[in-house]
């Protein structure tokens, strides 16, 4: 029997841990755990064959780190480590009813536009590993450890478009619920889901009772089997040891736990013995799995924010060439922060969904929506709607897409529906039908519900989700087919009524060649969402557009309570407030939060006419730092954000620094500190994140990088003196490394203040192995740093 048939129909076992395995085994300081494949081959066949023992029906193999980026200061090739890990499972497996899954983690580098990796290179390494993994014989690939979303999809395309087995994906949340990019749990699904994995979950970072809410959440929204790997509880010091703090009775205990709620894939992580394997495989053996009734909602998503179509949903229309004559001219210039400003402005107006288009023909529509969707995505959280006519458009934007996004759209002819729908269903998104075909608009509602009909049935025949299908039942000018308004309205109602789905209406088109445009669309919308409208196009900057909103949902329960709408209007405003219009001027701190990196370079400028560096620095930009931060740290923002708005800064410094190095002054420096990821240890995305919000306080920073051995920490902590030494570890592995860094530092006497962090580490930890400060993120090293340089 393959691995495909047991999938959502037993329970299937995954064995445990494999790098705090091969430490006990003597894996060395530093040392690559892949390389054992080859020079240890029987220490890697024991574990396999004890996890076989304990019970495990799938075998991982030794190959998390088995990518060209981190193998490449070894002698050894990726298809040399995989083809050696692979063919040690299938001997430690023999003649047993098992399974071997390729293992492949994360590549270790941040992804554009957080990070330089681009989308393509990372397809690139994951599509090699995969290739290699099939050639050797793999029954399926195992996704795992993941914390950025947009990586992950990357990774889902390199094995789906390359081979046909089954692939498990898994993502590693923090205590707030969150990976370490700011991913919810049903973002998650929501995107896995459309890209056809066919099961996922959670794994590492946490034990199982610190992992039960996100198992609960992934549990209630996903329709596919769901995989848990729990770590040994947390990470604790011991006699000189790192241990975990939980028995095999409690690991046991939380498996159950999430056997019960539906999860059908249980394994261990971090800590996880062959004993942790067996006591779970005792505990839930001959058990049949529990039947999860999962209700499928219209929604949509990027990596950190889902938005459910279960009422009104506004959708920003703004991001548009259409009649816009400074638009089509930031495109042409290539003025992405006039483009972000747009966004912005419309999300602080009360868009939950922002249309993009950017259709002129005197640019390359296809560069121009990538770049535009993932600038977008750098500075918001809001969902996106790709909106083009290009089809080859259509699907470079939902390749490039973090999360699952509408299309808009398709019609009612064969060709177009057959075009763009398999495009649609392979990448998950949502689509928007419009009723009109070869033969234009259909005067009467009758004939648009019937197109709309075609498109429906089109769309499931191809895998579409009815819930996934939005219709637009098309807005015409009432200036010139006046009849044409209540037939569109009636055909908005039939549609809902007939086949339960979401309508959609670009209401402004109804107001073309009339004066006093803003009454007409304010009272068409009004009728619209009394005939069923759920998602309006239209200028959440327009007040008397948002007015109607708030109101129809008080009077449509949607506002319970009529709790948003007071908080609206229960404060008058001023009648001499300006109106936003999304293209006001902002000032340099205002930058800073909203990351418009391309509009601070002259700000900056401009602002040097009458201040001097200094005074930016402490008025402007750490100011705008700190809100940045105080933002993160609430979750209003997330990494993304956080990063473009240190970039942002960074143009601001680079300003400043020509300017005082014109007038001969000494660099702007609050003081030196030391970053270096310990030995061992090939990670360095928290550690880079933490240099670049350093700096951009006005530290010095001194980065020696990742696998730093010990002597080199202690040589530049000598000579360098600086007052704060920060030490990164993310793998469970490296946490000994760690510890005998800072024994060294304190043994040479060095007067340095430590301050230490990483997935793994927990504040405990830290003050076990002599750290002064724990910091769980970039917010944190900040006010570490302040704190030793009052």
Request: proline share 3%.
């Amino acid at each position: 029997m393959g691995i495909k048939e047991l999938i959502g129909k037993e329970l299937i076992i995954f064995d445990g841990a494999m790098g705090t395995m091969l430490q006990k085994k003597g894996l060395k300081l530093g040392q690559c755990p892949e390389i054992f494949n080859i020079e240890n081959p029987e220490v890697i066949k024991s574990i396999h064959q004890g996890y076989i023992e304990a019970g495990a029906r799938v075998i991982t193999t030794n190959t998390f780190g088995a990518n060209e980026k981190k193998l490449r200061n070894t002698s050894y090739s990726v298809e040399e480590i995989i083809k050696a890990a692979v063919t040690i499972a299938k001997d430690a497996i023999g003649e047993r009813e098992a399974y071997v899954a390729l293992d492949i983690g994360p590549i270790g580098e941040l992804l554009e536009p957080m990070g330089t990796l681009s989308f393509d290179e990372a397809y690139e390494i994951f599509k090699r590993q995969v290739l290699v993994g099939l050639e050797n014989g793999v029954d399926l690939i195992l996704l795992e450890t993941m914390t950025d979303l947009y990586e992950l999809k990357a990774a889902v395309l390199a094995v789906k478009e390359n081979c046909d087995l089954p692939v498990f994906a898994t993502m590693t949340f923090e205590s707030n619920e969150r990976t370490f990019t700011g991913c919810i749990p049903e973002a998650m699904v929501l995107t896995l889901e459309g890209l056809g994995v066919d099961a996922l979950g959670v794994n590492c970072s946490l034990g199982p009772k610190e992992l039960l809410p996100i198992v609960e959440r992934i549990t209630k929204v996903s329709s596919l089997p769901v995989m848990v790997q729990a770590n040994a509880g947390l990470p604790k010091i011991r006699n000189g040891e790192t241990v975990f703090d939980i028995s095999t009775k409690d690991f046991a205990d939380g498996a159950e736990t999430f056997f019960n709620l539906g999860t059908s894939i249980i394994g261990g992580c971090c800590g996880t013995t062959f004993d942790y394997i067996r006591e779970v495989k005792e505990r839930l053996n001959n058990r049949s799995l529990v039947k999860r009734t999962i209700e499928y909602r219209a929604s949509i998503c990027s990596d950190s924010k889902v938005v459910y179509i279960d009422g009104v949903r506004v959708v920003g229309e703004r991001i548009n060439p259409t009649g816009k004559k400074m638009f089509k001219e930031a495109l042409i210039k290539g003025d992405m922060d006039y483009i972000l400003k747009q966004a912005i402005t419309q999300v602080e107006g009360g868009a939950e969904i922002l249309d993009v288009n950017v259709g002129i023909p005197q640019i390359n529509e296809e560069e121009v929506m990538v770049r535009t969707i993932k600038e977008i995505q750098s500075v918001i959280d809001t969902p996106l709607q790709i909106d083009s006519t290009n089809k080859k458009v259509i699907e470079k934007a939902l390749r490039y897409y973090n999360g699952k996004p509408i299309v808009n759209s398709v019609n009612g002819e064969d060709k177009v529906l057959d075009e763009v729908l398999p495009i649609v269903k392979k990448y998950g998104a949502a689509v928007i039908g419009l009723t009109l075909d070869k033969g234009g608009i259909p005067p009467k509602a009758e004939e648009r519900v019937a197109i709309a009909e075609k498109i429906i049935k089109r769309a499931e025949s191809y895998g579409i989700k009815r819930e996934d299908i939005f219709i637009d039942c098309l807005v015409l000018t009432a200036s010139a087919q006046q009849k044409e308004v209540k037939e569109t309205l009636k055909a908005v109602t039939l549609v809902k009524e007939k086949f339960k789905v979401k309508t959609l209406l670009g209401v402004s088109n109804i107001s073309f060649g009339l004066p006093n445009r803003a009454l007409i669309n304010e009272s068409f919308l009004a009728l619209a969402l009394g005939a069923g409208l759920d998602l309006p196009i239209m200028n959440p900057n327009s007040e008397g557009m948002m007015d109607v909103i708030r109101a129809y949902r008080v009077l449509n329960n949607e506002d319970v309570g009529a709790e948003k709408y007071i908080e609206a209007y229960a404060i008058e405003k001023s009648d001499n407030e300006p109106k936003k219009d999304g293209n006001e001027v902002t000032d340099l701190k205002v930058m800073v939060i909203k990351g418009l990196k391309e509009d601070i370079r002259e700000a900056t400028k401009q602002l040097l006419k009458n201040t001097d560096e200094l005074s930016i620095v402490n008025n402007y930009l750490i100011p705008a730092l700190d809100e940045v931060g105080y933002k993160y740290e609430k979750e209003i923002i997330f990494l993304p954000q956080l990063i473009r708005s240190a970039e942002t800064v960074k143009v601001a410094f680079e300003v400043l620094k020509e300017s005082l190095s014109k007038k001969n002054v000494e660099k702007i420096s609050k003081g030196k500190i030391v970053l270096a990821t310990v030995k061992g240890d090939i990670h360095d995305i928290g550690k880079n994140i933490v240099k670049v919000i350093l700096e951009n306080y006005g530290y010095e920073v001194i980065d020696l990088g990742k696998d730093v051995p010990i002597e080199r920490i202690l040589e530049i902590a000598k000579t360098e003196k600086p007052k704060l030494v920060g030490l990164s570890a993310l793998m469970t592995t490296t946490l000994k490394s760690m510890e005998e860094t800072i024994k060294a530092i304190r043994n040479e006497a060095i007067d340095t203040k430590i301050m230490v962090g990483g997935a793994v580490l927990t504040p405990e930890y830290a003050e076990i192995i002599g750290a002064d400060y724990y910091s769980k993120d970039a917010k944190e090293a900040v006010n570490i740093a302040k704190e030793i340089f009052k």
